[in-house]
């Protein structure tokens, strides 16, 4: 059963921070809940913006309907926006955008640079420190969000995670991390609102590890091999595959591998 916790008892969200989330939506804390994007999904209706929370999730899932790997001391969250703009169009603008704000925020906090990882992974050192799961609901946007911050371990199976706390050797405050990362999203999302997505792009490109890697990209019922050559205007994937055809990839697994 999901427990809606009292501001009091959530020792990892409490003081200033916490009073401060408010002015983001609606604020939602739970322990343990199966996935936060699911919470988030069924207040749409409500037509407010929320900031669903969990300090665990039974069912955290990332793209494709893996497993997100949800134990106590990662943060997890998921933000219900109600944009203007139509969100089915700018859903993956919008996922770039909000990883920009993530790696932004991750990097000033911990001194090191944070990489991305198209389409919605957050990467420090070749290894995945978090993630993004960007999903449209009517007029709603719903932007989940799983970063690794002060994980001692992870399991064997999960040998491409890392958290902020390996790298660093620090603990993180979670609402302080949130909190900061709330106030880049809202910035970069009002230049985005008045300006192009275009303005970001140097910067979304110069974190991005993939760009003019060999790949591999497992696509709607086909895989293909070849090198990309860039991000468009929209934040799709140009790639040039091994046999000279140019490609626009807009949703896939991509894998960088080795040149031979
Ligand atoms: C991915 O790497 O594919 C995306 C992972 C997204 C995980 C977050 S954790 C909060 C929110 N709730 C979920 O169930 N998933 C997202």
Redesign the pocket.
Known sequence: MEKLLSTERFTDFTGPNLSELAQFGKVYLFETV?????I?KKLVSKQEPAL?I?LN?T??????L?R?H?VQG?????YLLFPDFSVKDKTAQMTMLISLAVAQTLESLSGQKIDLRWP??IMISGK?L????CEARQNALII????NLNQPFFPAFLSDATSLFIETNQNYELDKVLRLILTRCTNLYQEFNTGKFAQFLPEIKSRHILLNQRVRADLWLRRIEGNVLDLDDDGRLLIRTDSGRLLTITAGKVHRIKSV
Not at 34 to 38: E, N
Not at 130 to 133: I, K, P, S, W, Y
Not at 144 to 147: D, F, L, P, S
């Open positions: 199966s996935s936060t994007q699911d988030a669903v969990a999730q069912k955290g899932r990332g793209r494709f893996r997100w949800s990662g943060l997890y969250f998921s919605n992974d995945k978090g993630g993004l799961l989940g969000v799983g970063i």
